[in-house]
């Protein structure tokens, strides 16, 4: 998705969806372009995850590069919110740095993100193979 220019806009545990291993994102009547106004009717508090501080909406007065406009990183920020509402007490340090550079955004999300699956797979850890399915989305 982000390689294509565009962001979900609304990354939240209730818009992530499960078959077996496999997550995808749901409701996109947010996403829109990367650099595209956040919808009226878009929330900032929501009870399941985070929201990025300029991921907005906000009146044209108030309208800079960095509040009220779509941004890759605010879904990975949301993302790295919802994996925090998740532990993995077999793994924790993995998931704690997995958080952080998911936070960041980028490829190191991206890369921190690999790691720990290849890991779990690697470890046969049944706890973090299942944390793992919260954060992985293959789609991006």
Not at 28 to 52: M, V
Not at 118 to 133: C, E, I, R, T, V
Request: glycine share 10%; hydrophobic share 40%; proline share 5%.
């Amino acid at each position: 998705m982000h390689g294509k220019d565009r962001c979900h806009g609304d990354v939240r545990a209730a818009n992530i969806v499960f078959n077996g291993s496999e997550s995808r994102l749901i409701d996109h009547d947010l996403s829109g372009c990367t650099g595209g106004r956040y919808s009226e009717a878009y929330r900032f508090q929501i009870p399941d995850g985070g929201r990025a501080k300029g991921a907005r909406f906000v009146e044209d007065a108030l309208l800079t590069p960095t509040n009220g406009l779509l941004h890759p990183s605010h879904d990975l920020y949301a993302l790295a919110s919802v994996m925090g509402l998740h532990s993995c007490p077999t793994a924790t340090q993995p998931w704690e740095d997995a958080m952080l550079a998911v936070s960041g955004g980028g490829e190191d999300a991206l890369s921190a993100l690999r790691a720990i699956a290849g890991a779990a797979l690697a470890f046969k850890d049944p706890d973090l193979l299942k944390q793992l399915q919260w954060c992985w989305l293959p789609s991006w």
